[in-house]
């Protein structure tokens, strides 16, 4: 049985609070901040660096500044809906961590700043270029020019041998084609053929396993992409590499942490709360269009032992010495 006059001391307390809060939002006291994501959770991790990067500068969620979360849960058909209502909130910020979160908040609004970390912001058609974004959407970008080629030479690295490379990537993402384009650069000067095979949904990873057990593949390389980092994509990737006795390595440390052999790229930790500083200095009155888009400044090689023993690969100890964190 309810109990009713606790009901009607939570209705009386919610009736009251509603005014209040109301009151603060209109009186401008409390800066408010849209996050458009991909995630399931508030808590996923990557967003967690954001807040960490809000607390840094001195911001307390619920006092000092308020956070509407729209979460597309892995739909990316839900974003524009998702950013009309930050839109329609009036937020000061908005905060979109993937480019069809970038692509669907610049459709909404060519008035409120827009913070993002995508692959390349300049490819993608969101600003001008780095250093004058214009309109408004500024932010990092997660790619660096090295960066894949340097990945291809750590597999030759780890397995000297190999001649034929699997690349994974997202066909949908605009970071991909400039990504494959630097692959293939590097894979002819290392004398590697690359086999580059397309994959969204977890149907489309199985089938390109499948086409790289067929074709003979030596080892594999995952593109940067949001959507094959998603908890279910990348647990089954490193699944599949593990069973088809594939060496992979990928652009993000939670390939790694969820079984893979090794990662090298930006630090997406550091990069999302790097974007809090962004919003900081917006909230302080600096215009999106005159903020430059950095590029990664920490990079980071994570080797999990477990999973290159499985797989009877040796580590090199020089790389091993190389490594930011060596998973047991």
Do not use: W
């Amino acid at each position: 049985m309810i109990d009713r006059r606790a009901f009607l001391a939570t209705l009386t307390g919610g009736l009251l609070a509603a005014p209040l809060a109301a009151a603060a939002q209109q009186a401008g006291k409390v800066p408010r901040v849209g996050i458009l994501s991909f995630a399931d959770s508030a808590q996923e991790s990557v967003g967690g660096a954001f807040r960490e990067g809000l607390r840094k500068l001195g911001y307390v969620e619920g006092q000092t500044i308020a956070i509407e979360y729209r979460l597309a849960e892995g739909k990316e058909e839900r974003f524009p809906d998702l950013a009309s209502e930050l839109v329609h909130l009036k937020v000061d910020v908005i905060f979109a961590t993937v480019a069809a979160a970038v692509r669907a908040a610049q459709h909404a609004t060519k008035a409120i700043p827009i913070v993002t970390v995508v692959n390349d912001p300049v490819a993608a058609g969101f600003v001008a270029s780095v250093a004058r974004p214009g309109g408004n959407i500024t932010g990092l970008s997660m790619m660096s020019p090295e960066v894949v080629g340097k990945q291809l030479e750590l597999l030759r690295q780890v397995v000297p041998k190999i001649s034929r490379v699997a690349v994974l990537a997202n066909p949908t993402n605009p970071g991909s084609a400039p990504q494959l384009r630097q692959a293939e650069v590097v894979a002819r000067a290392l004398g590697m053929r690359l086999q580059p095979l397309e994959a969204r949904s977890l149907s489309e990873i199985d089938s390109a396993f499948v086409a790289m057990t067929r074709e003979r593949t030596d080892a594999l390389l995952v593109l940067l992409d949001p959507r094959l980092a998603r908890p279910a994509q990348r647990e089954r990737i490193a699944e599949l590499a593990a069973r088809s006795r594939l060496p992979a390595i990928y652009a993000l440390r939670l390939y790694v942490e969820a079984g893979g052999l090794m990662a090298y790229g930006a630090d997406i930790f550091d990069l999302y709360r790097r974007c809090a500083m962004y919003v900081d200095r917006i909230l302080k009155g600096a215009k999106p269009g005159d903020l430059p888009i950095e590029q990664p400044t920490k990079f980071e090689l994570v080797i999990n032992l477990k999973a290159a023993t499985a797989l009877g690969l040796t580590i090199p100890p020089s790389l091993l010495q190389r490594a930011d964190e060596v998973i047991q």
